[in-house]
């Protein structure tokens, strides 16, 4: 074997012991998984099958706050404290100086008003002060808006007008498997859907078409595994539903529920009021979905 010819049979040793090397750890690798694919298949036939499980498009049909949350103590002081500061080193605003000009201007015409020509003399002018007193007798005239609304002192939970300064949520409460429960607006996947349409066409089924809403996205925006009881899964062959959820905005209309589809009642509930409708782990990720 020449020079050049030994030289290369060195330098291909390493890669081939590199290559033997990763032969046999993908062959460990095939041992140890055949092994305990063994072990799992039992496990992966009983749940992880497809046909196993019910895919299921829900709406989470949310009123945005209209009115501001009320201030804390810390957010008060906070407040007066920034406006102190501005009123103390803020400079003159326009109105302010044309006012200041103004007051100047009728002193000095006050002073030479002989040098004023006649036709000058009587004419009515408004001036800034009488359009501040017209500003305040407004302000003083203007009423505002009670924070509280009648559906808060009757304690109305089918009101959207409820709670103006929180999001609210829209749940149904339905029977199912003669069981009464309150959850999101749902239905079971439709062929020939889109997700997005089954979530939103759970709304119109089950509230009626008067409602106006925006969906946000064609991708939900959280999913739920709901297990069902061995009296459920006897009778619809399923271990549970998977629960694709989807965000939407209110945006008018009213609830018309459809006693047809075991509607029982609704109600628009807050983050705080969701625990005792339908639990804490489900409130706990429904509170997820809210920036507020």
């Not at 201007?105 to 030479?112: G, M, S």
């Not at 408004?126 to 559906?151: G, M, N, V, Y």
Request: proline content about 4%.
């Amino acid at each position: 074997m020449s020079s050049v010819g030994t030289r290369r049979f060195i330098s291909e040793i390493p890669r081939a012991i590199k290559h033997r090397a990763a032969c046999l750890h993908r062959a460990r690798q095939n041992r140890n998984y055949s092994q305990s694919s063994e072990n799992t298949s039992a496990i992966e036939r009983d749940i992880e099958t497809p046909g196993k499980w019910t895919v299921t498009g829900a709406l989470y049909l949310e009123r945005l706050p209209i009115i501001t949350p009320p201030l804390s103590k810390l957010e008060q002081e906070y407040r007066e404290y920034k406006l102190q500061q501005e009123t103390e080193q803020s400079l003159l605003s326009d109105f302010e100086i044309s006012k200041k000009e103004e007051e100047e201007r009728l002193a000095n015409q006050k002073k030479n008003v002989l040098d004023t020509p006649i036709h000058l003399r009587n004419v009515p002018v408004q001036t800034f002060q009488d359009k501040e007193e017209i500003w305040d007798k407004e302000l003083s005239q203007f009423t505002p808006a009670d924070r509280e609304t009648e559906a808060d002192r009757n304690n109305d939970m089918k009101s959207v007008s409820r709670k103006l300064d929180q999001p609210l949520v829209l749940l149904l409460k339905k029977i199912v498997n003669g069981k009464d429960f309150w959850y999101l607006p749902y239905l079971d996947y439709i062929p020939r859907h889109s997700m997005r349409q089954v979530a939103e066409k759970a709304l119109t089924d089950s509230c009626g078409t008067n409602l106006q809403f925006q969906t946000f996205s064609n991708a939900p925006s959280g999913y739920q595994v709901l297990h069902y009881g061995n009296d459920m899964i006897k009778k619809t062959q399923s271990n549970g539903s998977k629960v694709f959820i989807y965000k939407a905005e209110y945006r008018g209309g009213i609830v018309n529920p459809d006693k047809d589809k075991h509607i029982l009642d609704y109600a628009w509930v807050t983050r705080r009021e969701l625990r005792q409708f339908v639990g804490r782990s489900t409130s706990r990720l429904f509170n997820k979905f809210t920036f507020f």
